[in-house]
């Protein structure tokens, strides 16, 4: 079991930078793969960014290559999204998730997820 909280989300404008954190406690946070997704209004939660067990592995959507960079950091417990460039089509609101298989871009992979924290980007 793993508890999942997120963090960082907020206002920003088009252009603009914002930084999410997923503090986990429980098992053993470098035991999981760790992902990000997210959900706008009215559409299905969808795929953004995954990251291996030991971080060799990194994959994310095509809307946000180049723009969000994931990372985490297993002394710490914590996953980070850094998104650049913001987008008003990157208004949603952001899941951290875990999975106790293998590097995945399906809902359906991972295992635990996060309350979510709303990141609104105006144009």
């Known amino acids: 079991q793993v508890q999942l909280v997120e963090s960082g989300g907020g206002l920003a404008q088009a252009g603009g930078s914002l930084r999410l954190s997923c503090a986990a406690s429980?098992?053993?946070?470098?035991?999981?793969?760790m992902g990000w997704f997210r959900q706008a209004p009215g559409k299905e939660r969808e795929f953004v960014s995954t990251?291996?067990?030991?971080?060799?592995?990194?994959y994310y959507v095509d809307s946000v290559k180049g723009r969000f960079t994931i990372s985490r950091d297993n002394a710490k417990n914590t996953v980070y999204l850094q998104m650049n460039s913001l987008k008003p089509e990157d208004t949603a609101v952001y899941y951290c998730?875990?999975?106790?298989?293998?590097?995945?871009?399906?809902?359906?992979?991972?295992?635990?997820w996060g309350q979510g924290t709303q990141v609104t980007v105006s144009s």
């Open positions: 998730a875990a999975s106790t298989k293998g590097v995945g871009v399906s809902r359906d992979e991972y295992n635990y």
């Open positions: 429980g098992r053993t946070f470098s035991s999981y793969v």
């Open positions: 990251i291996s067990r030991s971080g060799g592995s990194i």
